[in-house]
């Protein structure tokens, strides 16, 4: 597609339950990034996938999240027994390295609650 | 790690005066610095970024500039309009041929008021 592409935009669980997050980035970028940002506050790294790499996870805050990404294309954000400290807007970003920039492509994020 | 400090975090305008938004950066290894839109309900949007090999760079009403001696740049949007009203993050990285993992300030919440 045009743009980087995430689902659900909003998802609303309860405390305990797991989720997933989709993001399908910009056909041909070889890199994607998963990050958190709470109410107010900045853009927290995660993690990110270049290539055939193995993915820097060096973000996650614990070993409740977890993401692969398939086929060098589509990355799925699990996160297990949701805790509400959880509840941020999770966005996924995708870049090139032969794009005249190196600037991310960012999706319109997920808006997780958990309640 | 990268750590990045951005000022301030909220900033009022009239329509027409300019705006300057602040970022330290900690890390003199960095070397790509972009800056970032982000309009309510959106992801962050690429408006303009700047390397290390340049001191300044100018896109319309919108110019950045770096001092890599001080590890400070700043961004400034001349003639604001309603339209630029936003939350605008700056960002750090040292791109390497792995990647280029992103640290982010802590956003400026800037109004343009009529």
């Known amino acids: 597609g045009a743009g980087v592409s995430q689902s659900p935009s909003n998802k609303v669980t309860e405390k305990g339950k797991d989720v997933e997050l989709r993001c399908d980035p910009i056909?041909?970028?070889?890199?994607l990034y998963w990050y958190r940002q709470s109410l107010g506050q900045g853009l927290e790294f995660l993690i990110y996938f270049q290539g055939n790499s193995a993915p820097d996870k060096s973000g996650l805050p614990s070993d409740r999240f977890s993401a692969e990404r398939t086929g060098g294309s589509v990355s799925t954000l699990t996160i297990q027994r949701t805790q509400q400290e959880d509840s941020a807007v999770y966005l996924c970003?995708?870049?090139?390295?032969?794009?005249?920039?190196?600037?991310?492509?960012f999706g319109s994020g997920t808006r997780l609650t958990v309640v | 790690g990268e750590n990045v400090e951005q000022h301030p975090s909220t900033l009022s305008v009239q329509e027409g005066d300019s705006a300057v938004i602040k970022c330290t950066y900690s890390d003199s290894a960095s070397n790509y610095f972009p800056w970032y839109k982000q309009e309510l309900g959106k992801g962050p949007q690429l408006i303009i970024d700047?390397?290390?090999?340049?001191g300044e760079k100018k896109d319309q009403r919108i110019a950045v500039t770096l001092n890599k001696t001080a590890k400070h740049f700043s961004l400034h949007i001349t003639e604001t309009q309603p339209e630029d009203s936003a939350v605008y993050f700056c960002?750090?990285?040292?791109?390497?041929?792995?990647?280029?993992?992103?640290?982010f300030g802590t956003g400026t919440q800037l109004k343009v008021e009529l």
């Open positions: 700047i390397r290390s090999n340049v």
């Open positions: 056909s041909g970028h070889t890199a």
């Open positions: 960002a750090a990285s040292r791109i390497t041929g792995g990647g280029n993992k992103l640290t």
């Open positions: 970003a995708s870049s090139s390295r032969q794009s005249r920039v190196q600037g991310y492509t």
